[in-house]
């Protein structure tokens, strides 16, 4: 039977294509994957993604009928509507309407974060130095996060919902760059950070990553 193809960017810099292969993998829904090594250029101006994927970008996913879903969030969403006993929402709507908005605020905010601390797991940099505007967003991080888990979590778990959602999977980047570029967070979001670290589908994702030779200047550097 044909796959789903999840078309994504290098595993180590592409923070966007991390959270739908992660949020697949939690929903037992199996792909084929490809990667696409992201350049320099940027947005809309790689041949490679531009021939299979109509906003330029990564990741996208190929349906077997030849449909594709080409933004992080629809991707996500696709998987729960996949699998909806999976869990990548959780049952109780407001919980699910919180994690929504948790979610939507990454996919559409934290532009200081991004650029401030671009992706890049193999990278460990000391000395970073960063805005007030992107302390403040951080801060916002933390605060959210940790607001969400003391409502929602559970004893018996470290994920922000009391298992892993689409929260965690959209967040799990951003564990990695509070790593990258060592930056200070409360003990409770540390917490979720080495839970994100110790999953076995982030691990295998974070390990093909120190695996790939492509390098971005820029941001191996900067
Ligand atoms: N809003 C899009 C953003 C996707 C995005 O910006 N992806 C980056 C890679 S992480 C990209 O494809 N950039 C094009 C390029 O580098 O050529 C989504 O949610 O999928």
């Not at 949020?23 to 994957?33: D, M, Q, T, V």
């Not at 200081?112 to 890049?120: E, G, I, L, Y």
């Not at 670290?197 to 790939?212: K, N, V």
Request: aromatic share 10%; charged share 20%.
């Amino acid at each position: 039977m044909a796959l789903p193809i999840l078309t994504i960017g290098n595993k180590n810099y592409s923070s966007w294509s991390m959270r739908p292969w992660l949020a697949l993998k939690w929903a037992g829904i199996a792909f084929e994957e490809r990667i696409i090594p992201l350049g320099p250029r940027g947005m809309g101006l790689n041949p490679d993604i531009v021939a299979v994927s109509p906003s330029g970008t990564v990741p996208v996913l190929e349906l077997p009928d030849g449909e594709k879903i080409w933004d992080t969030l629809s991707i996500c969403e696709w998987a729960h509507e996949q699998a909806p006993d999976a869990g990548l929402w959780p049952k109780d709507a407001v919980a699910r309407a919180l994690a929504r908005s948790a979610t939507c605020e990454m996919h559409s905010g934290f532009a200081a974060v991004r650029q401030t601390f671009p992706m890049n797991l193999k990278r460990v940099k000391a000395g970073h130095e960063w805005s007030e505007t992107a302390q403040a967003q951080v801060q916002r991080i933390d605060d959210l996060l940790c607001g969400l888990k003391s409502r929602f979590g559970s004893t018996d778990s470290p994920f922000i919902m009391g298992h892993r959602t689409i929260v965690d999977a959209f967040y799990a980047p951003v564990a990695t760059r509070f790593r990258t570029y060592r930056v200070p967070v409360s003990a409770a979001l540390q917490a979720w950070c080495e839970a994100i670290f110790q999953d076995p589908d982030f691990a295998a994702w974070d390990q093909a990553a120190h695996l790939e030779t492509w390098t971005i200047a820029e941001t191996d550097v900067a």
